[in-house]
């Protein structure tokens, strides 16, 4: 055993199951039968993701909206009790420090997901802040197990296990129910481009009888999910459901010399918000056009081979910027990528090419997500 | 590592793959255990026919679902077959790895040199157990 590594309520169950690795500082489970299947599952029906690594902070008190609003690019003034909404944190140069949900989840009480890799850096970030505001920001990442229920058999499989009717819960919306009779936060979010939600499992402190409860709560929701063909999912899956749909993971796509638009997450970042977030004037001037100093693409390969990360990309022999993330998609069955080239210098329809290994690879520059949306995806056609 | 299958009838390399020698040629795959920590392989290239390699040098690539890895030729000369079947079926090299996943054949041009710095199954076994 590793000391560093840290270990989910549901270690024990992924090391009798899956095949587990370190990843950003964590032993998780990066596929328990193929990856390739997982990714089906989630396209097809529904799968199940373990995502108990990444942090949650309850932020509370009368200036909380505030707070938030210093440190976040989406308008928080817009969010009601029990919506949510996919944000960005920022340097003071615009750059991104973390990207996130955060859910309202009472008039002054919110709830900030942040990634695994990030959850220290982001801790420090929001105690250091808090001490002008009157507002309390408390960890409970340890507390609370997180699980990712997602595809198209989701939402059939939530309403089974409910105490209510949430079949006609909106996107991004987080509500306190009982699922299997446990108290949870059901949240209708996702990270592979399905519709799905994002359940926290509340009280599960990090103990052995936290983790009984969480493993119980895992091993009945695959019982009760059966008959919809449920399996559990790896990190494998959540990485390749992610870059299929198009999302951007912290890291590869967003660091902190990436702004969110150059990101090409437009939706993430507002304007006419009270009072400006730090690293407002920056993203204003990239919105504007201004200063933007990359932007992002998708690529989706022409000839055989598999792109990756920090391979080059040329256009008419010059090169024009670098993939950040690649693989196989499995509903293509061909290469795709994200990649961040010099403004202006391509657009959608375009032929690239791509050094792969010394190899020069013609792909096409298309738009995200890489499935069909009318018939895979959250919005695909009923 | 108990359930890794590993053949007597060839030498391995310590970059998991394996060469049987076949009349004036050598075969090379990848080996059983190497396939096994790839998992689902999705993609083979290997360099084209006439291409003239020195041992232990990069000559493809394997991508799995999780990452790309580069294959080695573990013995110099020339390549005169590329296994074509797995440009369609790269999962042969997962079911069969010693057999039907062969990846290349090459003329030696210096085998007895190159045999040498070659591993034999008990060897290779005791390798992997270590790792």
């Known amino acids: 055993m590793n000391d560093d590594l840290k270990r989910t309520h549901l270690y024990d169950w992924h090391v009798k199951h899956g095949d587990v690795i370190p990843f950003a500082g964590w032993e998780m489970p990066v596929r328990y039968s193929d990856i390739r299947e997982e990714h089906m599952t989630v396209r097809n029906t529904v799968g199940i993701f373990d995502t108990s690594h990444m942090f949650r902070f309850i932020i509370k008190g009368p200036q909380a909206q505030v707070f938030l609003q210093t440190l976040t690019t989406n308008n928080v003034s817009k969010l009601k009790v029990n919506e949510g909404h996919y944000t960005t944190c920022l340097n003071e140069l615009g750059g991104t420090r973390d990207d996130l949900t955060l859910y309202r989840v009472g008039e002054d009480e919110y709830i900030w997901i942040t990634n695994a890799s990030n959850g220290p850096k982001i801790h420090s970030h929001l105690m250091k802040h808090s001490t002008t505001f009157d507002v309390e920001v408390i960890d409970k990442s340890r507390e609370i197990t997180m699980i990712a229920v997602q595809g198209p058999m989701a939402i059939q499989l939530i309403q089974k296990i409910a105490d209510r009717n949430i079949r006609d819960y909106s996107r991004f919306s987080c509500y306190r129910v009982k699922l299997l009779g446990y108290d949870c936060y059901l949240c209708r979010t996702g990270y592979t481009g399905e519709d799905g939600v994002e359940i926290l499992v509340l009280d599960t402190p990090f103990n052995d009888e936290g983790k009984k409860k969480a493993i119980s709560f895992w091993d009945q929701l695959l019982k009760q999910g059966e008959e919809f063909g449920v399996k559990p999912c790896g990190l494998g899956a959540r990485d390749s459901t992610r870059l299929e749909a198009g999302l951007v993971l912290y890291g590869h796509e967003l660091d902190e010399e990436t702004s969110p638009i150059e990101a090409k997450i437009p939706y993430a970042v507002k304007f006419k918000v009270e009072p400006h977030y730090i690293g407002y004037d920056v993203v204003k001037q990239h919105k504007d056009e201004d200063g933007i100093r990359k932007t992002r693409i998708g690529l989706v390969m022409i000839d055989r081979g598999i792109p990756r990360e920090q391979y080059p990309v040329s256009f008419n022999g010059v090169e024009i910027g670098v993939v950040s993330s690649g693989g196989l998609s499995p509903i293509l069955d061909k290469g795709i990528a994200l990649a961040y080239v010099k403004p202006g210098s391509v657009n959608i329809g375009d032929t690239v090419e791509i050094d792969i290994k010394g190899r020069m690879r013609k792909a096409e520059v298309t738009k995200w997500p890489f499935y069909d949306p009318n018939i895979y995806g959250a919005s695909r056609n009923q | ?131």
């Open chain 2, 1 to 131: 590592m108990s359930d890794t299958d590993v053949k007597d009838d060839r030498k391995y390399s310590k970059d998991h793959e394996w060469i049987k020698v076949e009349g004036d040629l050598v075969v090379v795959g990848i080996t059983d255990f190497a396939q096994n920590s790839l998992h689902e392989i999705t993609f083979v290239e290997i360099s084209e026919v006439g291409t003239v390699l020195e041992a232990n040098s990069e000559c493809g690539l394997v991508e799995s679902m999780k990452a790309s890895s580069d294959i080695f030729s573990p013995v110099g000369g020339e390549i005169v077959e590329v296994n074509k079947e797995l440009e369609d079926a790269p999962e042969i090299v997962n079911e069969d790895p010693y057999g039907k996943g062969w990846m290349f054949k090459l003329k030696p041009s210096n085998l007895d040199a190159d045999l040498a710095g070659l591993m034999d199954a008990a060897a290779y076994k005791e390798f992997i157990e270590s790792l």
